[in-house]
T-cell receptor, first 114, second 113 residues
Framework: AQSVTQLDSHVSVSEGTPVLLRCNYS??????LFWYVQHPNKGLQLLLK??????LVKGINGFEAEFKKSETSFHLTKPSAHMSDAAEYFC????????????FGDGTTLTVKP | EAQVTQNPRYLITVTGKKLTVTCSQN?????MSWYRQDPGLGLRQIYY???????DKGDVPEGYKVSRKEKRNFPLILESPSPNQTSLYFC????????????FGQGTRLTVV
């Protein structure tokens, strides 16, 4: 079985300050992990993915995430928030032998204050 | 342009009236999936398909059917919709069953009254 917990349902930061969105996962297999972003009234877009290569993964728009197996975490970070980063973010776990199932976290809404 | 196309984007229907939401992708992807998104619950997987004629249940399959008769299309069928199926639905496709980026449609907002 696999599961994902996004530890914060809402995160609020000021423009120009760092962003940290936290994600813990559980998987019986070596997981693939993803972060997706959803802007209001839009579909989902991939930010970055981990698939058992480098543990520090760089994504689009300055985001990165670090896979920590010992902590079963995959937190998303960005050094400096921009107003356009305001959106909902989803952490996703996908088991490479778990026959096609993908499990999403409940989402974290990021607010960026001017 | 590579894309996943869902239709309709918005739909209001009445309880019990059968409906189909279509999903089509032009990337020759093997894997396709349907999700529903409800506030505070993230996206929950309804059904997925790893290839033509191969479909399987996700986490919330009750009340839904799917078919995969050709690679590009993966329609979602609600035989007898009920108000608890009011939700935002997303179709997604990816090259392989897992481990690769999923491309999402723009969503279908369904209201069942």
């Amino acid at each position: 079985a696999q599961s994902v917990t996004q530890l914060d349902s809402h995160v609020s930061v000021s423009e120009g300050t760092p962003v940290l969105l936290r994600c813990n996962y559980s998987s019986s297999y070596s997981p693939s992990l993803f972060w997706y972003v959803q802007h209001p009234n839009k579909g989902l877009q991939l930010l970055l993915k981990y698939t058992s290569a480098a543990t520090l993964v760089k994504g689009i728009n300055g985001f990165e995430a670090e896979f920590k197996k010992s902590e079963t975490s995959f937190h998303l970070t960005k050094p400096s928030a921009h107003m356009s980063d305001a959106a909902e973010y989803f952490c996703v776990v996908s088991g490479n032998t778990n026959a096609g199932k993908s499990t999403f976290g409940d989402g974290t809404t990021l607010t960026v204050k001017p | 342009e590579a894309q996943v196309t869902q239709n309709p984007r918005y739909l209001i229907t009445v309880t019990g009236k059968k409906l189909t939401v279509t999903c089509s992708q032009n990337m020759n992807h093997e894997y396709m999936s349907w999700y529903r998104q409800d506030p505070g619950l993230g996206l929950r997987q309804i059904y997925y398909s790893m290839n033509v004629e191969v479909t399987d249940k996700g986490d919330v399959p009750e009340g839904y059917k799917v078919s995969r008769k050709e690679k590009r299309n993966f329609p979602l069928i609600l035989e007898s919709p009920s108000p608890n199926q009011t939700s935002l639905y997303f179709c997604a496709s990816s090259l392989l069953q897992t481990n690769t980026e999923a491309f999402f449609g723009q969503g279908t907002r369904l209201t069942v009254v």
